[in-house]
């Protein structure tokens, strides 16, 4: 899989899951509407599960969910119980043998599993497994996790999954499969985003963002608490805590650029977060300009937050070819502008001749943003003002998100001034740390994570003796 450069200068989430109980509706079709709705947290593979209480099937793929389940769904007469899995990696290559669901049989019968998040302690946790006999045909840290609840002497699997997780360190938000059960797990400190919503039909739903609830026409209940695990099965949905945490930590760039701006999570509307960081960027800043524009699509509620606080119009000046999908073969590196142009156009109508405001979620390499700038002023802007609605990205993330090793992020090597001189803007404006916690009013900021703008981890970061790389259980020419 080859990035296009737009995409290459943003922070990926590792994937999304959703999970199905139901005896009245297709669970398979189901699934893979709600892996629709959650495509923009993964777009490298997809899968689903299914089984019907006495055997299970998957189908998994590289690709979109349209492309996977191009030809056809799995399917069981009788089928009740699916879970999805929609993928961006951040352990492990985008190979086929990569994608989830993982499936697979032990004593206690048959186990699906998909996971989004990230492991802190996986490399250790597999190097043991392996010196006891473990075989392991991935190279992605969620097969850790079967393992152990495959090797666990706990006689139901609810127990066997508890006593699992009580090893495992890190981020991680799962949907579990058993013949009879839907299981979902949330982290002790709630990294990732899980929730639960009811079907007209009684059945129930869990999904990495309520979004999908909305599109399968299933009724919000509650989101899954950090430490809780919950069961759906033919007694109905029960719950129970298995770990406790000092303090809650959901990702904020969730609220900043992954989930989609029509979910709510924990109690806090994605929309409502993003508009307030523009509204308070533009009474940070203080910049003045003929438009606001913003850098499509995750920069759009920030920017009509700030048009709106400012009262600066807002004005389509770049437009997005949303027919190339995430992926696109790359132009001759002479000609790398040209696989952002692919991407993006700025509308000479709106911008020619105007002190533009500009408008994105954040600045990872900086290559990408330069290349917008230059194309606006190409355009005929006679000013571009680039305003980030968060503040500087200067530290990697260990719990889910792909970004760059700390010397690839440019706001650890340089400046803010350095910064927008390297990418050509006539001023820059990050949000404020202060200003990002009050954009987030329904949540304390001490429930959150900031660690890519202040280094504190609140899981910790793995161990020292280990390697910090997604391809770390790739032993090349050891196969």
Known sequence: MILDELELDKLHEECGVFGIYSHQNDVALNTYWGLYALQHRGQESAGIA???????????????????????????????????????????????????????????????????????????????????????????????????????????????????????????????????KLIGVRDPHGFRPLCIGQLSDGGWVISSESCALDTVGADFVRDVEPGEMVIIDEHG?????????????????????????????????????????????????????????????????AALGFSYEAGIPFMEGLIKNRYIGRTFIQPEQKKRDLSVRIKLNAV?????????????????????????????KEAGAKEVHMCVSSPPIGFPCYYGIDTSARKELIAATKKVEEIRAFIGADSLHYLTLEGLYDSVANISNKNMCYACFNCEYPAGTPDENTTDNKYVFEKKGNC
């Open 50 to 180: 299914v089984t019907d209480g006495a055997w299970m099937d998957v189908h998994r793929g590289m690709g979109l969910v349209n492309e996977v389940f191009r030809h056809q769904l799995p399917h069981m007469d009788n089928q009740y119980i699916a879970i999805g899995h929609v993928r961006y990696s951040t352990t492990g290559s985008s190979l086929l043998m990569n994608t989830q669901p993982l499936m697979v049989r032990y004593s206690g019968g048959h186990i699906s599993m998909a996971h989004n998040g990230n492991l802190t302690n996986a490399q250790e946790l597999r190097r043991n497994l392996e010196e006891n006999g473990s075989v392991f045909q991935t190279s992605i840290d969620s097969e850790v996790i079967v393992n152990l609840i495959a090797r666990s002497r706990k006689p139901t699997v609810e127990e066997r999954v508890v006593e699992s997780l009580q090893n495992v360190k890190g981020a991680y938000s799962l949907v579990i499969m058993t013949e009879n």
């Open 237 to 301: 949905l029960s719950s129970q805590h298995f770990a406790d945490s000092d303090r809650q930590a959901l990702c904020i760039f969730e609220y900043i650029y992954f989930a989609r701006p029509d979910s709510v999570i924990d109690g806090q509307s994605v929309y409502k977060a993003r508009f307030e960081m523009g509204r308070r960027l533009a009474r940070e800043s203080g910049f003045r300009g003929d438009i606001v524009i913003s850098v499509p699509d995750s920069g759009t509620t």
């Open 348 to 376: 000479k109508a709106a911008v020619a001749g105007k002190s533009v405001i500009m408008v994105d979620d954040s600045i990872v390499r900086g290559t990408t943003s330069g290349k917008i700038v230059r194309m606006l």
